[in-house]
Nanobody
Framework: QVQLVESGGGLVQAGGSLRLSCAAS????????MGWFRQAPGKEREFVATISWSGGATYYADSVNGRFTISRDNGKNTVYLQMNTLKPEDTAVYYC????????????????WGQGTQVTVSS
């Protein structure tokens, strides 16, 4: 019943920007904290960013802090990830996820996951 659909991925040069979107359906979006994770080939899934129910609290992985911004629009049931100053090491499949437990960087705390969108950063 719950569906999360990511979009906005693509190919970008190092130093460029992309904005990812995640559209949610089948859940009370305003009651869920949301997160972004990513997984590069040969690497484990890693936490990227999370945002509270109200949008008032955000947390980022050290690797993206200062470059990425997570935001949400509860009226549109959508969460965003603005990615600036992209680096080749940002290349990964990016996943949107929802959790009832508040902001968390632990993947197992998230109950629902999208299918992912590919981000490729060329050098």
């Amino acid at each position: 019943q719950v569906q999360l659909v990511e979009s906005g991925g693509g190919l970008v040069q190092a130093g460029g920007s992309l904005r990812l979107s995640c559209a949610a359906s089948g859940l009370t979006f305003s009651r869920a904290s949301m997160g972004w994770f990513r997984q590069a080939p040969g690497k484990e899934r890693e936490f990227v960013a999370t945002i509270s129910w109200s949008g008032g609290a955000t947390y980022y992985a050290d690797s993206v802090n200062g470059r990425f911004t997570i935001s949400r629009d509860n009226g549109k049931n959508t969460v965003y990830l603005q990615m600036n100053t992209l680096k080749p090491e940002d290349t990964a499949v990016y996943y949107c996820a929802a959790t009832p437990y508040g902001t968390t960087r632990v993947g197992s705390d998230y109950r629902y996951w999208g299918q992912g969108t590919q981000v490729t950063v060329s050098s």
